[in-house]
């Protein structure tokens, strides 16, 4: 895996993917929202500041006002992977709100 590639993918060009991906499984784009929120911190304006500034997950996930301490205990498989063996955090994170 080329980690260094993962951490510079502009996060607004994936927020759409997400949004795409929640709403075929019958879930609205607040609700994915709504995970991002209250596993980073951002809010509606923070979020959409990182939008606008094109941040990369790296910049994305070291600007979150505040990572849910719980996050660590997100669990399941994404891509084959099982989120909770992923060794590298920036990664990680990224996969935690994908499953």
Not at 16 to 21: D, E, H
Not at 33 to 47: M, P
Not at 63 to 68: H, I
Request: glycine share 4%.
């Amino acid at each position: 895996m080329n980690k260094e590639r993962i951490y510079k993918i502009v996060f607004a060009s994936v927020y759409p993917l997400y949004i795409k991906k929640v709403e075929s499984k019958g879930r609205t784009k607040e609700e994915l929202d709504t995970v991002i929120f209250w596993l980073t911190g951002y809010n509606a304006k923070t979020l959409q500041k990182q939008i606008d500034k094109k941040s990369d997950f790296e910049t994305f996930f070291a600007e979150a006002p505040q990572m849910n301490p719980n996050a660590p205990k997100i669990t399941g498989v994404i891509c084959g992977y099982r989120v909770e063996e992923i060794e590298d955090p920036l990664i990680q994170k990224c996969a935690t709100w994908i499953n």
